[in-house]
C-alpha cells in the first residue's frame, strides 16, 4: 500500500464511526420534530376550535346586552308613562277644581 491509501483508510476509519453516530443522531432530530410539529398542529386545531368556542360565546352575550337594555330600556319608557298618567291625573283634578270654583 502506498501512503496515500494508508491516509485515505486510516482518515475511514476515524471518520465513517463519526459519520453513522451522526447520521443516527439526525435520524433521531428528524423523528422528534416530526412529533413536536404534529403536536403543534394538535395545538393548532385546538386553538381553532377555542376561537370558536369564543366567538360563539361572544355572540350570546351580545344577544343577552341587548335583551338586558332593552329591559332596562323597557322599564325606563314604564316609569316615564306612570309619570305622565300621574301629571295627567293631577291635571284633571286641578280643572275639575278650577271648573267646580
Known amino acids: 500500500m502506498d501512503i496515500g491509501e494508508k491516509v485515505r483508510k486510516v482518515i475511514q476509519e476515524l471518520v465513517l464511526p463519526e459519520l453513522e453516530i451522526i ?5 433521531e432530530i428528524k423523528n422528534i420534530l416530526g412529533f413536536t410539529n404534529k403536536r403543534l398542529d394538535d395545538i393548532n386545531i385546538h386553538l381553532i376550535d377555542q376561537s370558536r368556542r369564543i366567538d360563539e360565546t361572544n355572540k350570546r352575550i351580545d344577544k343577552l346586552y341587548e335583551v338586558i337594555v332593552r329591559r332596562d330600556e323597557h322599564e325606563k319608557l ?9 301629571d295627567i291625573a293631577q291635571m284633571k283634578e286641578e280643572i275639575q277644581s278650577k271648573m267646580a270654583a
Open 78 to 86: 314604564e316609569r316615564k308613562i306612570v309619570r305622565i298618567e300621574q
Open 23 to 27: 447520521k443516527a443522531e439526525n435520524k
